[in-house]
């Protein structure tokens, strides 16, 4: 059991440094953490002889968070640093980080309970709009905060 820890610890540890090194593109490293937890959910799933049919189902159920996400930081891009760096992290990625928290601790313990993993994909679906929305809307909040100072910058006759 020790040696199990520790090799976990040092894959973490591996992973970690991979990560703050890769993530000057916050799309690129959330695509590489979905990457890896790609592999580690397969891994797991072989070892519990889980359907792999229903295992795409449920990384399915992701793919809107990480699609709102990405689109968000396509449209605009934060300045704030990684969540893997240190610094301030915006609210968008924060949010997509949770939610990808709590979709792998789902997932983990559907997986090591064999539970209804297709079920618990639909259920974790259903939680794909307010999540996306509230990221997009964070995206769009931005864009007209910024488009409205202008404009009551250009009512008032100050200099903008």
């Known amino acids: 059991m020790g040696f199990f820890v520790l090799t976990l610890y040092l894959l973490i540890n591996i ?3 991979f990560l703050r090194r890769c993530c000057d593109s916050k799309r ?9 937890l790609w592999v580690g ?3 797991l799933g072989t ?3 889980t359907n792999f049919n229903e ?3 449920y990384f399915i159920s992701l793919t809107g968070f990480a699609g709102a996400y990405m689109y968000g930081e396509s449209v605009r891009s934060s300045d704030d640093t990684s969540i893997f760096k240190p610094g301030k992290s915006s ?3 924060i949010i997509i980080y949770v939610t990808i928290g709590l979709w792998l601790l789902i997932g983990v313990f559907t997986i090591i309970n064999h539970a209804d993993l297709m ?7 259903a939680l794909t709009p307010f999540v996306g929305s509230y990221i997009i809307g964070e995206t769009l909040k931005k864009e007209t905060e910024d488009e409205n ?7 008032t006759g100050e200099p903008i």
């Open 15 to 17: 992973i970690m440094k």
């Open 28 to 36: 690129e490293c959330l695509t590489y953490v979905i990457i890896l």
């Open 41 to 43: 959910i397969g891994v």
């Open 47 to 49: 070892y519990f002889d």
């Open 55 to 57: 295992l795409a189902a």
């Open 91 to 93: 609210k968008r990625e």
């Open 119 to 125: 079920g618990m994909s639909a259920y974790f679906a």
């Open 149 to 155: 100072e202008d404009y009551e910058d250009q009512i």
